[in-house]
């Protein structure tokens, strides 16, 4: 468990050392399955071992659990490289307009100091280049929960859950298409994946441990994805990329049931050794993930494109960080990426007293726990399924 009195201080050696570690991370199964699995449909076999798979007896066996989500995939069908779906080719001047709200995405802008240094083209720059930046772990995001799925395919025994799999695996390769598309459109290419969540993606994808990868990916990245969807969705000034965000989201509501579904039937049935591994891992992670994304170190990069020294900003966004009740403010938006994720973990029953204090520093635990379950930006993805619905019909949309 991660000792919360020492979050703060944990997280600021984490972002100047740049050889941190995750905590070691859980031994995995060497055959494939693993002992939390507690419901037949999630069954898993060894992926090197194809045998299982071409049981006779396989076949019949298939729980019902997924079949409204496999059922409901051609509501939501859409192709990136189809102009009735998306038109790249719509302009948009990121020399001189922001693509979202500058300061949401760019916590930099929040800074005064920071701030100042800049004029106004700066600005304009220092914030699409961060959301740049956003964006590019975003599809790396988006590439890892491809590769998942994928490998998911080779370990879930039941036929169900197996196709469910496969489904979302097609579902995330048109991300990858999606969003690499829209990038070569206003920038060209992508940034590098971040260090850390390069070594997430590599933890959770290449584990052969279940519930690493569903808990992992479908719970915590996911989560983390709806919640930077609906505020890029809320606060961009582009149409390409709110039409975009839209159908995307519109796919990542249903992978964020088949995590709920494990849940749903996996969590009441731990042990509580076994309750407390998935907790003090999933808290892990998340506070690997919170300190990522405003870690100066990650966008050297960019800083210095404005003129920028990062160790600079490092200082003056810590100092900020610590005196500024602006940051608590806007973890408590509904919204909010990191508010999304918590609630996630909260609703699934991961989170109990041995670790709440970790999240209570940034959200309101209280307020979470009488909120319904519902993730943020599901109106946006049934406003994203019934519009495709009317495209998949042939009608027009306006």
Request: with cysteine; glycine share 4%; hydrophobic share 40%.
């Amino acid at each position: 468990m991660v000792d919360n009195s020492r979050n703060i201080r944990f997280a600021k050696v984490a972002l100047k050392d740049q050889g941190f570690k995750v905590k070691k991370s859980w031994q995995m199964s060497r055959n494939g399955k693993n002992a939390l699995t507690k419901d037949p449909a999630y069954n898993a076999v060894n992926p090197n071992h194809f045998i299982p798979m071409i049981d006779e007896e396989r076949y019949g066996d298939r729980s019902d659990a997924f079949d409204k989500i496999i059922s409901a995939t051609h509501k939501h069908f859409w192709d990136p490289n189809d102009k009735k779906y998306l038109d790249y080719d719509q302009p948009f001047d990121t020399e001189n307009e922001h693509i979202v709200d500058p300061g949401i995405f760019c916590l930099e802008l929040s800074v005064p100091n920071i701030a100042n240094k800049l004029d106004e083209k700066q600005k304009i720059k220092l914030n699409n280049e961060s959301f740049r930046f956003v964006l590019s772990q975003i599809l790396h995001g988006e590439q890892g929960a491809l590769s998942l799925s994928a490998s998911l395919c080779h370990v879930l025994k039941d036929p169900g859950a197996q196709e469910y799999a496969a489904n979302q695996t097609r579902e995330e390769a048109r991300h990858v298409t999606g969003f690499t598309k829209y990038i070569q459109a206003r920038w060209g290419k992508p940034y590098k994946v971040g260090p850390t969540l390069g070594r997430v993606l590599e933890n959770i994808v290449s584990s052969d441990v279940v519930y690493k990868k569903i808990v992992g990916m479908q719970m915590l990245i996911e989560g983390l994805a709806m919640g930077a969807f609906a505020m890029a969705h809320e606060d961009t000034r582009d149409p390409l990329l709110q039409t975009l965000l839209k159908y995307v989201m519109s796919d990542e509501a249903f992978h964020h049931k088949f995590g709920k579904i494990w849940a749903d039937r996996t969590i009441p049935k731990l042990s509580k050794s076994e309750h407390n591994k998935v907790e003090d891992w999933a808290e892990t992670l998340f506070v690997d993930l919170l300190f990522n994304l405003i870690n100066p170190w990650e966008k050297k990069e960019i800083y210095q494109s404005v003129g920028l020294d990062h160790k600079f900003v490092m200082k003056e966004m810590f100092a900020y960080i610590d005196e500024s009740e602006v940051v608590k403010q806007e973890m408590k938006k509904t919204n909010n990426i990191f508010r999304v994720l918590v609630k996630t973990l909260l609703k699934a029953h991961i989170i109990t007293d041995r670790t709440k204090a970790t999240y209570a520093e940034f959200v309101d635990m209280e307020e979470l726990n009488n909120e319904d379950d519902t993730v943020a930006g599901q109106e946006l993805a049934d406003e994203g399924v019934r519009r495709l619905s009317i495209i998949n019909a042939g009608k027009k949309v306006a």
